[in-house]
């Protein structure tokens, strides 16, 4: 009886481990990718994601973020930024003393270069689109990524990609876009007298002053010809001294940091008079905010949890977002996204490429084909030695023995019959999952045919051995 109760333990053992080897079969292929599958599906999210980033997305993330009433507060003047500028130029006439009955702003252009900020605004098929779609002209709002300034989304949006270059570069663009500049800001403290403001924006010279002075009423004509943005430290230190300039202006002198300035040439004229020239530097404070449209696009369910995760990090890159299309497609950036995703395919079913398992490399063939071979022969080893039991089996005694596979009740007897058939639906998974059944190799169907076999010669084997013990049990 000790003999049998051994012998009883070990096809216990040897059963629990070709189901162990089938469940880590299932679970390798099922929840891992190799480089190539990863890579198309990477593919696929870059070609979504800047289907979802356009110009009009980011207009209204942009327009959300200025206000958060759901409008671009701006708006509530018909031309917010001849507004803007108007009114500031009037207070820095009055910062230096030019008081004239009225100061009209008559036209205003924008005109930025092109190699510091986008497209040329003077362009003449790209004036009634600026007018109707600036971000700049219609809520006093820049985006900018530290190095460029983007006033409107054809700064962002320069025409459809059609190849894999295009996407990344406008994705390359969108990530790094990430300050938004809006609401500026001009008070007249900027002119406070004999200090080293004062020395940094000494405002017009006397001259210039006195033949304004002479003109009863000014008009003006203005061309906005370039922005600079001050550095974060300055920013910090303006917003501390602001506590300070109401009560205290001559502190308020002390606090040393630059403002953000706009570049303004202007011609100002009256009646009877010559147009006078003169450029100025109209020093202002943006207000600083992060937009979220990258943000809100890579949260939708659509696309991985790791593509947010890796943007949170600091991933400003279509090479940092997309590691492993970057990493097999670095050179083929000039192909059509369909074009690289069949590319992508092809070298997926032909490289036999490693596995990614719980972050470890694994070779495809080491699993689909050594692996199973290694299950198939634990369960071959089973077979052998369950058909020994049958041979050693008392008939005329009860088995008590804590294995499922010598239990009476029919429950017990289905379940492990479909355990016995485990192995080879492991098999067939790993043999057939990414092709049909007409394009599989020898190999495939040779492992195939083993498993098939095993299977029905353990069930036989159980179903013999339920005859001979469970007579009334069928």
Known sequence: MQELNTLLQHLRSIHLSFILAAAAIFMALSTSNTIFETAIQQLRDVVQLADILTSDQVSTSIGLAVSPQNRIAARSEPNPLESFVETSLTEYFGAMEIYPESIELEYLSVELEREEFGHIGTIDDFLEFEAERSWFRNSLALLSDGETIYTSPLDLFAGSPKSMEGYRARLDRLLVADTLYFRPSFHEFYFSRSTRVSERYPGLPQELRNRL???????????????????SRSREVFETSQGHVQDDPVGYDDYDFRFDELLLKCRAYARGSDAIRFDLVLPVIFQVIRPEFIADALKQQKFDDVYYARYLSGARSFRRLFPELMQVSDYLMS??????????????????????????????????????????????????????????????????????????????????QLSIAFPLAATLYAAFRRRPASDAGLDDIALAALALTLFVWAELTYLRFRKQHFVDAT
């Open 213 to 231: 002075n002479d003109l009863a009423t000014i008009k003006l004509s203005v061309s906005l010809t370039g922005i600079e943005l001050t550095d």
């Open 335 to 416: 192909l059509s996204p369909e074009a690289l995703e069949d590319y992508l395919e092809d070298q997926k079913q032909r490289s036999g490429a490693p596995i990614s398992v719980l972050g470890l490399q694994v070779s495809r063939d080491l699993i689909e084909v050594w692996g199973v071979l290694l299950m198939l022969s634990i369960q071959l080893y089973f077979c052998m030695h369950y058909r020994t039991l049958l041979d050693r089996l008392p008939t005329e005694k009860a088995i008590m023995f804590p294995w499922i596979g010598v239990y009476r009740h029919k429950l017990s007897a289905l379940v492990f």
